[in-house]
């Protein structure tokens, strides 16, 4: 039989109590701690977005730069190679110019020579006009009609300016049919095909050659 005295009682409720309390204290303390881990944590978390996110701000900005650098290179290599070109085909008229201004009339027997007249600008009637200013210089237009080039697929209406082609070899006709025009443009075509020493394509400047007004 076991007697419990109101001293014995007393002693185990307040032991019951302080056991309590600690282990109340003891849970304080670590939900205190797991606030404080879930606190860093987001905190880590932040940091970590935020170094990702300058990483990335960092190399779009590396790219963007690339990219611009490539661009202006592009750009200056395609504006050097188009400045050359022009020169080059500046440096070419002006040695025709200068031929052309030499050649002054030294063709003898011009009618001997046969002449092709061809459309290049696309205006009706064009090709025939410019023919009547050729026989009037004393040579013979032996054929008229709409440009087609040399192993192209059909007629080509976009002739810019109008060029004297050289058929046969005979470079001086050619640079004297350019001088009654006043056109610049002379090249070398020759052709076993076409049976004319001289080809004439009258390009869309066909306003601004001799004779036209």
Same mark, same amino acid.
């Given at each position: 039989m076991i007697i419990i005295t109101e001293k014995s009682y007393l002693g185990y409720f307040f032991k019951y109590q302080g056991n309590s309390r600690m282990v109340k204290r003891k849970r304080r303390k670590i939900d205190s701690r797991k606030r404080f881990d879930n606190i860093e944590g987001r905190k880590n978390k932040k940091n970590l977005l935020l170094n990702i996110s300058l990483v990335l701000i960092l190399v779009l900005i590396? @790219?963007?730069a690339h990219s611009l650098f490539e661009t202006d290179e592009v750009e200056n290599k395609e504006f050097i190679e188009s400045s050359e070109k022009k020169v080059e085909k500046t440096a070419e008229k002006s040695d025709v110019k200068k031929e052309v201004k030499k050649i002054e009339s030294t063709v003898d027997n011009r009618s001997a020579y046969k002449i092709q007249v061809l459309n290049g600008c696309g205006i009706g009637g064009v090709a025939v006009r410019?023919?009547?200013?050729?026989?009037?210089?004393?040579?013979d237009v032996a054929e008229t009609g709409? @440009?087609?080039?040399?192993?192209g697929d059909g007629i080509d209406f976009n002739v810019r300016e109008t060029m004297i082609i050289d058929r046969s070899?005979?470079?001086?006709?050619?640079l004297e049919i350019a001088r009654i025009l006043g056109?610049?443009?002379?090249?070398k075509q020759l052709s076993k095909d076409i049976m004319v020493d001289v080809s004439v394509v009258i390009?869309?400047?066909y306003r601004k050659l001799k004779g036209f007004k």
């Open positions: 590396v @790219y963007l410019f023919t009547n200013i050729i026989r009037a210089n004393g040579f709409n @440009y087609v080039p040399l192993g070899g005979e470079y001086d006709l050619a056109t610049d443009v002379v090249i390009g869309r400047d």
